[in-house]
């Protein structure tokens, strides 16, 4: 892969060119982020974990060809297009008539978010600014930005629709707002902002008597609230403060699922689609483990390190296709709509399969790829990122950019919007179509050249 996509970047001089770019590029940002946190009074964890690859710095890499031109595409016909992102805003006000839908915010602005760390588009920055003001001005009294009421919060009576998605919502508006602080402006409101929302979640959520968060969600075994453990972490990185910590502990300590602890279950090597069961739920379950690498990172868990590495193994070994993509409906879980683990693997040519691949759970098996080959540099990690971008993810995309499919069967449909989702009066709108943009603006994050990192970690002085 590093051969294919260096190409065009991989002269030496313009290498050792990046490399003083990105050394005066961080040295400019750490004096920046020291003076603002001086300021705010907050004071960035210390990674113990060093990873043994970095992604080069915002703007410094440039694609041609084949893997630019869909992302170009992409931002012109998707994040500039016509995607009705003050409509999802409005969620947060009015409620939404489906469950889940409050999750459409924040994956558009997360996307969003990474692409303009790519390429720094102003009409794009434009876009962000506004959906980011927009949705701080729906924050409420208790600190929350929500699509619940603050008296039904949080997650209703935890099962029932729509309510019973509010912490999956509430943990996409977090990863928007801390990608946009990370890679479009570091803006003092929504730093602040995001430790209100986790405060009151923290406030609400937790060990008795507080609400269990294997009780809330929409999923059997409620596997998708305990995704928050990503935000959370990464406010932690952002601010060092140990509430967050502890939540995160809470997470990990609570399994992950309802009837299920995955980490002991990856741990244990066992196959994806026996793991969280009755409900496997391939994209929810890589999100929780996304969180866990960062758990890794901050603490140097070693128990953590191992669930994460087994748990890629596993995926990779017993649920990755031809076309770096996994997940099905027969013959395992025909009740899940094909977003479960399959054993897909070995199940990929089976002809009863008529639903397979969703576009989530390929995008997010390449950021869980991009996570192991950063703490790692295993160059299985780097395969599996090039399997599923030249042929999952570019596979999955229409042409102008402005939607992916849904499901991918190796012989069947392409770009089909049945599945989750609601039709706006711009067109319909699909969890997919919302992630697929995330895949695109993953290439130039995690396909680059990668290099060690340049400084020990060393403790933030704060005070
Ligand atoms: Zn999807």
Redesign the pocket.
């Known amino acids: 892969m590093r051969e294919a996509l260096m190409k065009p970047i991989s002269q030496g001089s313009f290498f050792a060119f990046l490399l003083a770019v990105f050394a005066g590029v961080a040295v400019h940002a750490a004096g920046a982020q020291k003076s603002f946190e001086k300021r705010g009074g907050i004071c960035p964890a210390k990674p113990v974990v060093r990873d043994v690859m970095d992604p080069l710095p915002p703007d410094a890499v440039k694609l041609t060809g084949g893997l630019e031109v869909p992302i170009e595409k992409s931002i012109a016909h998707w994040h500039k297009g016509n995607v009705p992102y003050r409509e999802f805003a409005e969620f947060f006000r009015k409620g939404r008539p489906k469950f889940a839908l409050g999750e459409m915010w924040g994956k558009f602005v997360r996307s969003g978010a990474m692409q303009y760390r790519h390429r720094r588009d102003s009409e794009l920055k434009a876009v962000l600014d506004g959906a980011v003001a927009d949705i701080l001005a729906t924050e409420r009294p208790n600190g929350s930005i929500s699509c619940v009421p603050e008296e039904l919060q949080p997650g209703g009576d935890g099962h029932s629709r729509p309510h019973c998605s509010d912490l999956w919502e509430r943990k996409y508006v977090m990863l928007a707002l801390e990608d946009y602080y990370e890679w479009v402006e570091r803006r003092p409101e929504v730093l602040a902002s995001l430790q209100r929302q986790a405060d009151c979640l923290i406030r609400q959520v937790g060990p008795a008597p507080k609400r269990d968060i294997r009780e809330i969600g929409w999923s059997p075994n409620c596997i998708e609230s305990s995704s928050l453990l990503e935000p959370f972490m990464r406010l932690h990185k952002l601010t060092g403060r140990k509430e967050y910590l502890d939540f995160a502990r809470y997470i990990i300590e609570s399994g992950g699922a309802k009837g299920s602890d995955l980490f002991a279950q990856a741990r244990a090597g066992v196959m994806p689609w026996r793991m969280g069961e009755p409900y496997p739920k391939a ?1 929810e379950m890589t999100s929780i483990f996304e969180g866990l690498a960062e758990w890794h990172r901050v603490t140097g868990d070693e128990s953590a390190r191992e669930a994460v590495l087994k748990y890629f193994d596993s995926v990779l070994r017993h649920e990755i296709t031809i076309v770096g993509n996994g997940g099905g409906n027969y013959p395992h879980w025909p009740r899940w709509s094909g ?1 479960a683990w399959d054993n897909t693997a070995a199940e990929q040519s089976n002809p009863d399969m008529t639903r397979m691949m ?4 390929g995008v997010t098996w390449m950021k869980y790829a991009s996570q192991v080959l950063r703490l790692t540099g295993d160059v299985r990690a780097a395969d599996a990122i090039e399997l599923y971008v030249y042929n999952g993810l570019l596979g999955a995309m229409k042409p102008d950019g402005d939607g992916f499919s ?1 499901v991918n069967l190796l012989n069947g449909e392409k770009v089909t919007n049945k ?2 989702g609601w039709t706006f009066a711009s067109g319909p709108v ?3 179509n ?2 697929g943009p995330m895949g695109l603006a993953y290439i130039p994050f995690c396909t680059t050249p990668a290099r060690p990192s340049p400084r020990p970690h060393r403790a933030p002085k704060c005070n």
Not at 358 to 361: H, S
Request: glycine share 8%; proline share 0%; aromatic share 22%.
């Open positions: 994209y977003e969703e576009t989530c759970v849904y599945g989750w699909t969890c997919c919302l992630n």
